[in-house]
């Protein structure tokens, strides 16, 4: 089972920024996954916000589009999530998904809290 880790989240205030970022000390070729960033709000479902593949191809959910970058980096096993000019609606846990493109278990990190308030 792939250990992921969340990182970076916090309080900010509305149009302010974080980084967040998921690493993976398992032994791992971080290549052969597409990962993925999640958020839940306490009763909501868990919905994807971006995903990027092992080439770096990128996509967002439209909500977070133009404020929001996902990056990977495949030889430090780490993903990022740039978020720009944040909402109070962006309030969440964030969770970070790791996908195999071949054999093997999806899994998941255990969530970092993203507060947007002021």
């Known amino acids: 089972q792939v250990q992921l880790v969340e990182s970076g989240g916090g309080l900010v205030q509305p149009g302010g920024s974080l980084t967040l970022s998921c690493s993976t000390t398992s032994r791992i070729i971080f290549s052969h996954y597409i990962m993925s960033w999640y958020r839940q709000v306490p009763g909501g479902q868990r919905d994807l916000v971006a995903r990027?593949?092992?080439?770096?191809?990128?996509t967002y959910v439209d909500s977070v589009k133009g404020r929001f970058t996902v990056s990977r980096d495949n030889r430090a096993a780490t993903m990022t999530l740039q978020m720009d000019n944040l909402k109070p609606e962006d309030t969440a846990m964030y969770y970070c998904h790791a996908l195999p493109l071949g054999t093997g278990f999806p899994a998941w990190g255990k969530g970092t809290l993203v507060a947007v308030s002021s």
């Open positions: 990027i593949t092992s080439s770096s191809n990128s």
